[in-house]
């Protein structure tokens, strides 16, 4: 079970740090990303961390997004700097554990006002 948190309005260029705490015994051997979904657009990666802490971002958000990850408090996190208003969307944590299963948080709404 995935639990977001962190989501809300904030002013273009500012900042918001998203949270997802994860439950179970397979977060320190899967690899945990952020996803978002725009209204009317499909869901994109955001950026994702392997156990081995290899990183990868969308062009988008590469330079003002940083990810990362809490082996010890089953955490993955996603700072937001410099917020735009195009970074607005419904953001969720993603899991995928050995053997490839995927597990999805419920979503947190981010809204970058102009």
């Known amino acids: 079970q995935l639990q977001a948190s962190g989501g809300g309005l904030v002013q273009a260029g500012g900042s918001l740090r998203l949270s997802c705490a994860a439950s179970?015994?397979?977060?320190?051997?899967?690899?945990m990303g952020w996803y978002r979904q725009a209204p009317g657009k499909q869901r994109e990666l955001v950026a994702t961390?392997?156990?081995?802490?290899?990183?990868r971002y969308a062009d988008s958000v590469k330079g003002r997004f940083t990810i990362s990850r809490d082996n010890a408090k089953n955490a993955v996190d996603l700072q937001m700097n410099s917020l735009k208003p195009e970074d607005t969307a419904v953001y969720y944590c993603?899991?995928?554990?050995?053997?490839?299963?995927?597990?999805w948080g419920q979503g947190t709404l981010v809204t970058v006002s102009s």
């Open positions: 993603n899991q995928v554990v050995p053997g490839g299963r995927t597990f």
């Open positions: 179970g015994s397979m977060f320190r051997f899967s690899t």
């Open positions: 961390i392997s156990i081995g802490s290899s990183i």
